[in-house]
T-cell receptor, first 116, second 112 residues
């Protein structure tokens, strides 16, 4: 069965622009979480969506936002890009919300965003 | 949130067993211990999880101390493909926002 699909794989943007990243979870998975990975901070939680509602949010500024559609696909948006937003953005899906009941998470390969 | 301590790096020879330790002394009684790994240029992938008993699957074995304050991930025969960063996560729903909390992990190198 298809895994978690993230598009695009690579992206280069200019400071001040905005960007939208897409994530298609495994079929039947209703929970989608987003993580940012940088060499300095490691993997950090951005937010989680379940049934089209944001359930949890990490400590990121309001420039980071997301949404989930009725088919569970999710997008995240970063506005007014800063150089420090350069990172690997990972999406993870799970059958249940927040990995409860030990469903575990399946991660995509990520989108590598470079801000210049 | 339960805190973990893992060695920064470990080295192994190909086809030899590898024991990756993790200390999680503040784990609560109902927290499962999960291990994920991240291969270069990929997202993390699930390896194994357990509560109290030792667990085995096709990828690895998980040995959990009787007091649950530590666990060891065992790769029975390391291959080059096992070179990755291994994360021990003592509480899958551990973050205050209900998220995975990744520490620094252990970077495993496998020599041919």
């Amino acid at each position: 069965k298809a895994g978690v699909t993230q598009t695009p794989r690579y992206l280069i943007k200019t400071r001040g622009q905005q960007v939208t990243l897409s994530c298609s979870p495994i079929s039947g998975h209703r929970s989608v979480s987003w993580y940012q990975q940088t060499p300095g901070q490691g993997l950090q939680f951005l937010f989680e969506y379940f049934s089209e509602t944001q359930r949890n949010k990490g400590n990121f500024p309001g420039r980071f936002s997301g949404r989930q559609f009725s088919n569970s696909r999710s997008e995240m948006n970063v506005s007014t890009l800063e150089l420090g937003d350069s990172a690997l953005y990972l999406c993870a899906s799970s059958p249940g919300r927040g990995g409860r009941l030990n469903y575990g998470y399946t991660f995509g390969s990520g989108t590598r965003l470079t801000v210049v | 949130d339960a805190k973990t301590t893992q060695p920064n790096s470990m080295e192994s020879n190909e086809e030899e067993p590898v024991h990756l330790p993790c200390n999680h002394s503040t784990i609560s009684g109902t927290d499962y211990i999960h291990w994920y790994r991240q291969l270069p240029s990929q997202g993390p992938e699930y390896v194994i999880h357990g509560l109290t008993s030792n667990v085995n699957n096709r990828m690895a074995s998980l040995a959990i101390a009787e007091d649950r304050k530590s666990s060891t991930l065992i790769l029975h025969r390391a291959t080059l493909r096992d070179a990755a960063v291994y994360y021990c996560i003592p509480n899958l729903y551990g973050g205050s926002q209900g998220n995975l909390i990744f520490g620094k992990g252990t970077k495993l190198s496998v020599k041919p």
